[in-house]
Protein backbone atom coordinates (compact mmCIF):
# COMPACT_ATOMS: atom_id res chain seq x y z
CA UNK A 1 0.00 0.00 0.00
CA UNK A 2 2.48 2.39 1.18
CA UNK A 3 4.68 1.24 -2.13
CA UNK A 4 1.48 2.33 -4.02
CA UNK A 5 1.22 5.89 -2.86
CA UNK A 6 4.84 6.56 -3.26
CA UNK A 7 4.55 5.42 -6.86
CA UNK A 8 1.64 7.84 -7.73
CA UNK A 9 2.96 10.64 -5.88
CA UNK A 10 6.48 10.21 -7.36
CA UNK A 11 4.99 9.75 -11.00
CA UNK A 12 2.74 13.16 -10.40
CA UNK A 13 5.40 15.18 -8.98
CA UNK A 14 3.80 16.01 -5.88
CA UNK A 15 7.30 16.40 -3.67
CA UNK A 16 5.84 18.06 -0.60
CA UNK A 17 3.04 15.50 -0.18
CA UNK A 18 6.11 12.69 -0.41
CA UNK A 19 7.97 14.26 2.80
CA UNK A 20 4.71 14.22 4.20
CA UNK A 21 4.03 10.88 3.82
CA UNK A 22 7.57 9.78 5.40
CA UNK A 23 7.21 11.95 8.57
CA UNK A 24 3.54 10.36 9.18
CA UNK A 25 5.10 7.06 8.47
CA UNK A 26 7.27 7.33 10.98
CA UNK A 27 4.76 8.84 13.51
CA UNK A 28 2.60 5.62 12.47
CA UNK A 29 5.54 3.14 13.27
CA UNK A 30 6.15 4.92 16.41
CA UNK A 31 2.45 4.47 17.13
CA UNK A 32 2.53 0.88 16.76
CA UNK A 33 5.19 0.34 18.71
CA UNK A 34 2.86 2.08 21.58
CA UNK A 35 0.17 0.05 20.86
CA UNK A 36 2.59 -3.14 20.86
CA UNK A 37 3.84 -2.06 24.14
CA UNK A 38 0.29 -1.68 25.86
CA UNK A 39 -0.01 -4.70 24.78
CA UNK A 40 2.92 -6.31 26.45
CA UNK A 41 3.07 -4.52 29.64
CA UNK A 42 -0.53 -3.03 30.15
CA UNK A 43 -0.05 0.71 30.48
CA UNK A 44 1.77 3.80 28.03
CA UNK A 45 4.42 4.90 30.73
CA UNK A 46 6.64 3.10 32.46
CA UNK A 47 7.64 3.62 36.27
CA UNK A 48 9.01 7.13 35.53
CA UNK A 49 6.23 8.69 34.03
CA UNK A 50 8.08 8.43 30.35
CA UNK A 51 6.29 6.76 27.30
CA UNK A 52 7.66 3.50 26.66
CA UNK A 53 7.42 3.60 22.52
CA UNK A 54 9.62 6.42 22.30
CA UNK A 55 12.32 5.37 24.69
CA UNK A 56 13.37 1.18 23.36
CA UNK A 57 12.41 1.46 20.07
CA UNK A 58 13.37 4.89 18.31
CA UNK A 59 15.85 2.99 16.28
CA UNK A 60 12.91 1.27 15.14
CA UNK A 61 11.65 5.09 13.47
CA UNK A 62 15.06 5.42 11.58
CA UNK A 63 15.28 2.58 10.26
CA UNK A 64 11.55 3.28 9.00
CA UNK A 65 12.93 6.93 8.04
CA UNK A 66 16.01 4.83 5.95
CA UNK A 67 13.85 2.63 3.99
CA UNK A 68 11.04 5.30 3.06
CA UNK A 69 13.89 7.68 2.11
CA UNK A 70 15.76 4.80 -0.23
CA UNK A 71 12.05 3.76 -1.76
CA UNK A 72 11.40 7.09 -2.28
CA UNK A 73 15.02 7.59 -4.26
CA UNK A 74 14.80 4.58 -6.09
CA UNK A 75 10.98 5.19 -7.65
CA UNK A 76 12.17 8.98 -8.46
CA UNK A 77 15.06 7.48 -10.03
CA UNK A 78 12.69 5.00 -11.76
CA UNK A 79 10.82 8.31 -12.82
CA UNK A 80 13.11 10.30 -14.36
CA UNK A 81 14.24 7.52 -16.14
CA UNK A 82 10.78 6.68 -17.81
CA UNK A 83 10.20 10.15 -18.49
CA UNK A 84 14.02 10.39 -20.17
CA UNK A 85 12.95 7.15 -21.92
CA UNK A 86 9.28 9.01 -23.23
CA UNK A 87 10.89 12.17 -24.40
CA UNK A 88 14.20 10.72 -26.50
CA UNK A 89 11.26 8.32 -28.14
CA UNK A 90 8.43 11.29 -28.60
CA UNK A 91 5.67 8.77 -26.92
CA UNK A 92 3.80 9.54 -23.85
CA UNK A 93 1.14 7.39 -21.68
CA UNK A 94 -2.46 8.40 -20.34
CA UNK A 95 -4.69 7.22 -17.93
CA UNK A 96 -8.39 7.10 -17.84
CA UNK A 97 -10.38 5.96 -14.88
CA UNK A 98 -13.76 3.82 -16.40
CA UNK A 99 -15.55 4.54 -13.13
CA UNK A 100 -14.65 8.84 -12.00
CA UNK A 101 -13.44 9.51 -16.05
CA UNK A 102 -10.19 11.05 -13.85
CA UNK A 103 -7.62 11.42 -17.15
CA UNK A 104 -3.85 11.56 -15.98
CA UNK A 105 -1.32 12.24 -18.66
CA UNK A 106 2.58 11.81 -18.41
CA UNK A 107 5.10 14.38 -18.46
CA UNK A 108 5.58 13.53 -22.25
CA UNK A 109 1.73 13.65 -23.30
CA UNK A 110 1.50 17.31 -21.45
CA UNK A 111 4.57 18.57 -23.90
CA UNK A 112 3.29 17.11 -27.02
CA UNK A 113 -0.07 18.86 -26.38
CA UNK A 114 1.82 21.87 -25.64
CA UNK A 115 -0.52 22.08 -22.26
CA UNK A 116 0.92 23.51 -19.35
CA UNK A 117 1.68 20.49 -16.91
CA UNK A 118 0.06 20.22 -13.57
CA UNK A 119 -3.22 21.56 -15.41
CA UNK A 120 -6.05 18.79 -14.92
CA UNK A 121 -7.02 17.01 -17.65
CA UNK A 122 -10.66 16.51 -19.00
CA UNK A 123 -12.01 13.86 -21.46
CA UNK A 124 -13.45 17.54 -22.83
CA UNK A 125 -9.90 19.30 -22.82
CA UNK A 126 -8.29 16.73 -25.09
CA UNK A 127 -11.44 16.66 -27.27
CA UNK A 128 -10.45 20.22 -27.99
CA UNK A 129 -6.91 19.35 -28.69
CA UNK A 130 -8.30 16.67 -31.57
CA UNK A 131 -8.26 18.15 -35.08
CA UNK A 132 -12.21 19.04 -35.80
CA UNK A 133 -11.83 16.63 -39.14
CA UNK A 134 -10.44 14.30 -37.40
CA UNK A 135 -12.29 14.63 -33.83
CA UNK A 136 -14.97 12.28 -34.31
CA UNK A 137 -13.08 8.86 -35.75
CA UNK A 138 -11.16 9.28 -32.77
CA UNK A 139 -14.08 9.25 -30.29
CA UNK A 140 -15.60 6.26 -33.11
CA UNK A 141 -12.67 4.67 -32.62
CA UNK A 142 -12.47 4.58 -28.54
CA UNK A 143 -16.01 4.29 -27.75
CA UNK A 144 -15.62 0.93 -30.89
CA UNK A 145 -13.00 -0.75 -28.81
CA UNK A 146 -15.50 -0.02 -25.15
CA UNK A 147 -18.17 -1.85 -26.98
CA UNK A 148 -15.76 -4.81 -28.51
CA UNK A 149 -13.15 -5.16 -25.83
CA UNK A 150 -10.18 -5.27 -28.21
CA UNK A 151 -7.46 -2.22 -27.90
CA UNK A 152 -7.08 0.62 -31.03
CA UNK A 153 -4.99 1.95 -32.86
CA UNK A 154 -5.07 5.22 -34.63
CA UNK A 155 -3.52 8.11 -36.53
CA UNK A 156 -4.94 11.53 -36.19
CA UNK A 157 -4.17 15.37 -35.76
CA UNK A 158 -4.06 17.34 -32.81
CA UNK A 159 -4.01 20.84 -33.20
CA UNK A 160 -1.99 23.44 -31.33
CA UNK A 161 -3.32 27.21 -29.70
CA UNK A 162 -1.22 28.98 -32.90
CA UNK A 163 -2.83 27.13 -35.54
CA UNK A 164 0.07 24.40 -36.09
CA UNK A 165 -0.65 20.61 -36.48
CA UNK A 166 0.96 17.71 -34.92
CA UNK A 167 0.42 14.40 -36.00
CA UNK A 168 0.12 11.44 -33.28
CA UNK A 169 -0.66 7.70 -32.89
CA UNK A 170 -2.20 6.51 -30.02
CA UNK A 171 -2.86 2.73 -29.03
CA UNK A 172 -4.81 2.03 -26.32
CA UNK A 173 -6.43 -1.01 -23.61
CA UNK A 174 -9.04 -1.14 -21.83
CA UNK A 175 -9.63 -3.41 -18.56
CA UNK A 176 -13.18 -4.85 -17.74
CA UNK A 177 -14.29 -6.25 -14.80
CA UNK A 178 -16.85 -9.46 -14.51
CA UNK A 179 -19.56 -7.65 -15.68
CA UNK A 180 -17.96 -6.10 -18.47
CA UNK A 181 -17.84 -2.44 -17.37
CA UNK A 182 -14.68 -0.70 -17.75
CA UNK A 183 -12.17 -0.58 -15.32
CA UNK A 184 -9.76 1.66 -16.70
CA UNK A 185 -8.06 2.37 -20.00
CA UNK A 186 -3.99 2.62 -20.41
CA UNK A 187 -3.06 4.07 -23.55
CA UNK A 188 -0.10 5.63 -25.52
CA UNK A 189 0.17 8.73 -27.24
CA UNK A 190 3.56 8.74 -30.22
CA UNK A 191 4.88 11.96 -31.80
CA UNK A 192 4.73 10.85 -35.59
CA UNK A 193 5.17 14.90 -36.84
CA UNK A 194 8.74 14.35 -37.96
CA UNK A 195 8.26 11.25 -39.76
CA UNK A 196 4.71 12.42 -41.57
CA UNK A 197 6.93 15.35 -42.33
CA UNK A 198 9.76 13.28 -44.23
CA UNK A 199 7.20 10.86 -45.12
CA UNK A 200 5.75 13.99 -47.14
CA UNK A 201 9.08 15.62 -48.28
CA UNK A 202 9.75 11.95 -50.13
CA UNK A 203 6.39 11.60 -51.40
CA UNK A 204 7.27 15.32 -53.23
CA UNK A 205 10.20 14.11 -54.76
CA UNK A 206 8.82 11.48 -55.61
CA UNK A 207 6.31 12.96 -57.79
CA UNK A 208 9.02 14.72 -59.13
CA UNK A 209 10.88 12.06 -60.27
CA UNK A 210 7.61 10.40 -61.18
CA UNK A 211 7.31 13.94 -63.67
CA UNK A 212 10.78 14.12 -65.10
CA UNK A 213 10.41 10.22 -65.86
CA UNK A 214 7.14 10.60 -67.71
CA UNK A 215 8.77 13.58 -69.34
CA UNK A 216 11.65 11.47 -70.32
CA UNK A 217 9.23 9.01 -71.50
CA UNK A 218 7.22 10.99 -73.86
CA UNK A 219 10.84 12.19 -75.40
CA UNK A 220 11.61 8.14 -76.43
CA UNK A 221 8.22 7.74 -77.35
CA UNK A 222 7.99 10.13 -80.02
CA UNK A 223 10.94 8.73 -81.36
CA UNK A 224 9.57 5.22 -81.27
CA UNK A 225 6.91 7.13 -83.30
CA UNK A 226 9.02 8.69 -85.28
CA UNK A 227 9.80 4.52 -86.02
CA UNK A 228 6.35 3.40 -86.62
CA UNK A 229 4.89 6.07 -88.83
CA UNK A 230 8.11 6.40 -91.30
CA UNK A 231 7.51 3.33 -93.25
CA UNK A 232 3.42 3.70 -93.28
CA UNK A 233 4.10 7.11 -94.46
CA UNK A 234 6.61 6.26 -97.43
CA UNK A 235 4.31 3.80 -98.82
CA UNK A 236 1.48 6.61 -98.38
CA UNK A 237 3.82 8.84 -100.19
CA UNK A 238 4.96 6.56 -103.00
CA UNK A 239 1.75 5.33 -104.19
CA UNK A 240 0.86 8.92 -104.82
CA UNK A 241 3.48 9.73 -106.69
CA UNK A 242 3.03 6.65 -108.80
CA UNK A 243 -0.45 8.46 -109.14
CA UNK A 244 1.31 11.72 -110.21
CA UNK A 245 3.32 10.14 -112.47
CA UNK A 246 0.90 7.84 -114.27
CA UNK A 247 -1.01 11.33 -114.70
CA UNK A 248 1.58 13.18 -116.17
CA UNK A 249 2.74 10.47 -119.03
CA UNK A 250 -0.96 10.18 -119.77
CA UNK A 251 -1.07 6.63 -118.55
CA UNK A 252 -4.64 5.48 -118.17
CA UNK A 253 -4.89 4.11 -114.65
CA UNK A 254 -7.27 1.61 -114.46
CA UNK A 255 -10.39 1.34 -111.59
CA UNK A 256 -8.74 -2.00 -110.58
CA UNK A 257 -5.50 -0.06 -109.86
CA UNK A 258 -6.87 2.65 -108.43
CA UNK A 259 -8.82 0.46 -105.78
CA UNK A 260 -5.86 -1.11 -105.25
CA UNK A 261 -3.94 1.93 -104.45
CA UNK A 262 -6.93 3.67 -102.75
CA UNK A 263 -6.73 0.31 -100.54
CA UNK A 264 -3.03 0.26 -99.72
CA UNK A 265 -3.04 4.19 -98.62
CA UNK A 266 -6.54 3.11 -96.31
CA UNK A 267 -4.38 0.04 -95.00
CA UNK A 268 -1.42 2.71 -93.88
CA UNK A 269 -3.98 4.96 -92.39
CA UNK A 270 -5.58 2.41 -90.05
CA UNK A 271 -2.66 1.27 -89.15
CA UNK A 272 -0.89 4.69 -88.35
CA UNK A 273 -4.37 5.38 -86.10
CA UNK A 274 -3.84 2.23 -84.61
CA UNK A 275 -0.49 3.44 -83.23
CA UNK A 276 -2.25 6.42 -82.15
CA UNK A 277 -4.00 4.27 -79.82
CA UNK A 278 -1.28 2.23 -78.68
CA UNK A 279 0.73 5.27 -77.26
CA UNK A 280 -2.62 6.99 -76.22
CA UNK A 281 -3.50 3.94 -73.83
CA UNK A 282 0.23 4.20 -72.79
CA UNK A 283 -0.30 7.19 -71.24
CA UNK A 284 -3.58 6.54 -69.52
CA UNK A 285 -3.19 4.30 -66.71
CA UNK A 286 -5.41 1.28 -65.68
CA UNK A 287 -8.01 2.78 -62.92
CA UNK A 288 -8.67 -1.04 -62.15
CA UNK A 289 -7.49 -4.24 -62.24
CA UNK A 290 -8.48 -6.27 -65.42
CA UNK A 291 -8.51 -9.64 -66.76
CA UNK A 292 -5.74 -10.41 -69.47
CA UNK A 293 -3.13 -12.28 -71.05
CA UNK A 294 0.35 -11.70 -70.58
CA UNK A 295 0.67 -12.53 -74.92
CA UNK A 296 -1.30 -9.50 -75.45
CA UNK A 297 0.11 -7.21 -72.78
CA UNK A 298 3.74 -8.45 -74.88
CA UNK A 299 1.97 -8.13 -78.35
CA UNK A 300 0.64 -4.53 -77.61
CA UNK A 301 4.51 -3.41 -76.41
CA UNK A 302 5.79 -4.91 -79.52
CA UNK A 303 3.76 -3.07 -81.58
CA UNK A 304 5.08 0.09 -80.03
CA UNK A 305 8.69 -0.73 -80.20
CA UNK A 306 8.90 -3.71 -82.84
CA UNK A 307 10.22 -1.03 -85.25
CA UNK A 308 12.78 0.85 -83.00
CA UNK A 309 14.00 -2.88 -82.41
CA UNK A 310 14.80 -3.84 -86.29
CA UNK A 311 15.92 -0.14 -87.34
CA UNK A 312 18.87 -1.07 -84.56
CA UNK A 313 19.29 -4.67 -86.36
CA UNK A 314 18.26 -5.62 -82.95
CA UNK A 315 16.82 -9.49 -82.46
CA UNK A 316 14.03 -10.37 -80.30
CA UNK A 317 13.38 -13.75 -78.99
CA UNK A 318 10.27 -14.54 -77.15
CA UNK A 319 9.66 -17.93 -75.35
CA UNK A 320 6.29 -17.67 -73.71
CA UNK A 321 5.22 -21.04 -72.12
CA UNK A 322 2.18 -19.15 -69.90
CA UNK A 323 -1.04 -18.57 -71.43
CA UNK A 324 -3.81 -18.06 -68.41
CA UNK A 325 -5.59 -15.23 -67.90
CA UNK A 326 -4.19 -12.65 -65.13
CA UNK A 327 -5.70 -9.94 -62.77
CA UNK A 328 -2.99 -7.00 -63.33
CA UNK A 329 -3.30 -3.34 -64.73
CA UNK A 330 -1.81 -3.83 -68.37
CA UNK A 331 -1.19 -0.24 -69.40
CA UNK A 332 1.58 -0.74 -66.43
CA UNK A 333 3.03 -3.50 -67.10
CA UNK A 334 3.50 -2.55 -70.93
CA UNK A 335 5.18 0.52 -69.57
CA UNK A 336 7.17 -1.64 -67.36
CA UNK A 337 8.38 -3.93 -70.39
CA UNK A 338 8.69 -1.02 -72.84
CA UNK A 339 11.42 0.82 -70.48
CA UNK A 340 13.29 -2.60 -70.19
CA UNK A 341 12.99 -3.36 -73.65
CA UNK A 342 14.23 0.06 -74.35
CA UNK A 343 16.46 0.04 -72.22
CA UNK A 344 18.20 -3.12 -73.37
CA UNK A 345 17.69 -1.50 -77.09
CA UNK A 346 20.03 1.58 -76.32
CA UNK A 347 22.37 -0.94 -73.78
CA UNK A 348 23.03 -2.92 -77.00
CA UNK A 349 23.40 0.28 -79.21
CA UNK A 350 26.10 1.61 -76.86
CA UNK A 351 27.79 -1.83 -76.55
CA UNK A 352 27.40 -1.90 -80.37
CA UNK A 353 27.19 -5.34 -80.41
CA UNK A 354 27.14 -7.61 -83.69
CA UNK A 355 24.80 -10.67 -83.15
CA UNK A 356 22.40 -7.81 -80.78
CA UNK A 357 19.65 -9.94 -79.41
CA UNK A 358 16.86 -9.62 -76.72
CA UNK A 359 15.47 -12.81 -74.97
CA UNK A 360 12.02 -12.16 -73.11
CA UNK A 361 11.22 -15.61 -71.44
CA UNK A 362 7.16 -15.88 -69.71
CA UNK A 363 7.49 -19.01 -66.86
CA UNK A 364 5.14 -19.58 -63.97
CA UNK A 365 5.07 -22.03 -60.98
CA UNK A 366 2.01 -22.45 -58.62
CA UNK A 367 1.92 -19.28 -57.15
CA UNK A 368 4.05 -16.91 -58.99
CA UNK A 369 4.14 -15.89 -62.77
CA UNK A 370 7.83 -14.53 -63.90
CA UNK A 371 8.70 -12.32 -66.95
CA UNK A 372 12.66 -12.29 -67.99
CA UNK A 373 14.19 -9.67 -70.33
CA UNK A 374 17.66 -10.22 -70.77
CA UNK A 375 19.87 -9.06 -73.15
CA UNK A 376 23.66 -9.41 -74.97
CA UNK A 377 24.71 -6.53 -74.19
CA UNK A 378 27.85 -6.71 -71.34
CA UNK A 379 25.81 -6.27 -68.21
CA UNK A 380 25.65 -3.78 -65.73
CA UNK A 381 29.07 -2.60 -63.52
CA UNK A 382 29.49 -4.01 -61.05
CA UNK A 383 29.87 -0.74 -59.08
CA UNK A 384 26.54 0.03 -59.93
CA UNK A 385 24.46 -3.20 -59.46
CA UNK A 386 23.97 -3.19 -55.47
CA UNK A 387 22.77 0.83 -56.81
CA UNK A 388 20.84 -0.04 -59.50
CA UNK A 389 16.99 1.11 -59.14
CA UNK A 390 17.37 4.17 -56.85
CA UNK A 391 16.71 7.62 -58.87
CA UNK A 392 19.02 8.64 -61.33
CA UNK A 393 21.50 5.80 -61.12
CA UNK A 394 21.54 4.16 -64.71
CA UNK A 395 22.12 0.87 -66.16
CA UNK A 396 24.17 2.57 -69.52
CA UNK A 397 27.27 3.21 -69.48
CA UNK A 398 27.44 6.74 -71.49
CA UNK A 399 24.34 7.92 -70.73
CA UNK A 400 20.58 7.30 -69.22
CA UNK A 401 18.73 9.12 -67.46
CA UNK A 402 18.28 6.62 -64.50
CA UNK A 403 14.83 7.22 -64.20
CA UNK A 404 13.33 4.00 -65.76
CA UNK A 405 14.29 1.15 -64.15
CA UNK A 406 13.74 3.47 -60.74
CA UNK A 407 9.99 4.00 -61.93
CA UNK A 408 9.87 0.24 -63.47
CA UNK A 409 10.52 -1.06 -59.60
CA UNK A 410 7.81 1.64 -58.30
CA UNK A 411 5.24 0.41 -60.42
CA UNK A 412 5.81 -3.24 -60.40
CA UNK A 413 6.20 -3.08 -56.69
CA UNK A 414 3.60 -0.58 -55.61
CA UNK A 415 1.09 -1.10 -58.02
CA UNK A 416 1.06 -4.80 -59.26
CA UNK A 417 2.43 -6.12 -56.26
CA UNK A 418 5.35 -7.86 -57.34
CA UNK A 419 8.69 -7.54 -57.66
CA UNK A 420 11.65 -6.22 -60.15
CA UNK A 421 15.01 -7.95 -59.47
CA UNK A 422 18.21 -7.88 -61.62
CA UNK A 423 21.71 -9.95 -62.05
CA UNK A 424 24.12 -10.06 -64.70
CA UNK A 425 24.10 -13.41 -66.66
CA UNK A 426 25.45 -14.96 -70.17
CA UNK A 427 27.54 -11.68 -70.91
CA UNK A 428 24.30 -9.68 -70.27
CA UNK A 429 22.00 -7.82 -68.13
CA UNK A 430 18.72 -9.91 -66.58
CA UNK A 431 16.08 -8.02 -65.25
CA UNK A 432 13.00 -10.08 -63.61
CA UNK A 433 9.64 -9.41 -62.97
CA UNK A 434 7.71 -11.03 -60.40
CA UNK A 435 3.90 -11.34 -60.07
CA UNK A 436 1.53 -13.10 -58.01
CA UNK A 437 -0.62 -15.35 -60.11
CA UNK A 438 -4.53 -14.55 -59.82
CA UNK A 439 -6.96 -17.38 -60.68
CA UNK A 440 -9.65 -15.20 -62.16
CA UNK A 441 -11.80 -18.83 -62.35
CA UNK A 442 -11.46 -19.24 -59.02
CA UNK A 443 -12.29 -15.98 -57.89
CA UNK A 444 -15.54 -15.66 -59.63
CA UNK A 445 -16.19 -19.02 -58.61
CA UNK A 446 -15.85 -18.02 -54.80
CA UNK A 447 -17.98 -14.97 -55.52
CA UNK A 448 -20.69 -17.44 -57.24
CA UNK A 449 -20.45 -19.58 -53.79
CA UNK A 450 -21.08 -16.64 -51.24
Given at each position: ?????IEVLARLGFWPYIFTFTVLAIVLSELLIIVQSYWLTGGF????????????????????????????????????????????????????????????????????????????????????????????????????????????????????????????????????????????????????????????????????????????????????????????????????????INIALGETITNEELEKMSDDISYQTQYLSKTIDDFSNFF???????????????????????????????????????????????????????????????????????????????????????????????????????????????????????????????????????????????????????????????????????
Amino acid sequence: MIRKIIEVLARLGFWPYIFTFTVLAIVLSELLIIVQSYWLTGGFFDKNLLIVGFITPGIDGFIVFFISAFIIRYFVKLQNDLNEAQALAHIGSWRLNGVSNALVWSDEVYRIFEVETRTKITLDLFTACIHPDDRQNVLDAFYSSLKNRMPYNISHRILMKDGRIKHIEEQCSTEFDADGKAIVSIGTVHDITEKVKIQEELHQKEELIIAQSRQAAMGEMIAMIAHQWRQPLAVMTMTVNNIKINIALGETITNEELEKMSDDISYQTQYLSKTIDDFSNFFHPNQERTNTTLSKVLDDTMNIITKSLQNNNIKVNIDNKFNKEIETYPNELLQVLLNLINNAKNVLQESEQKDAKIDITIKESDTEVTICVCDNGGGIPQEILSRLGEPYVSSRVQSGTGLGIYMSKIIVEKHLGGTLTWENRDGGACFVITLIQIDSSKEDSKLLEQ
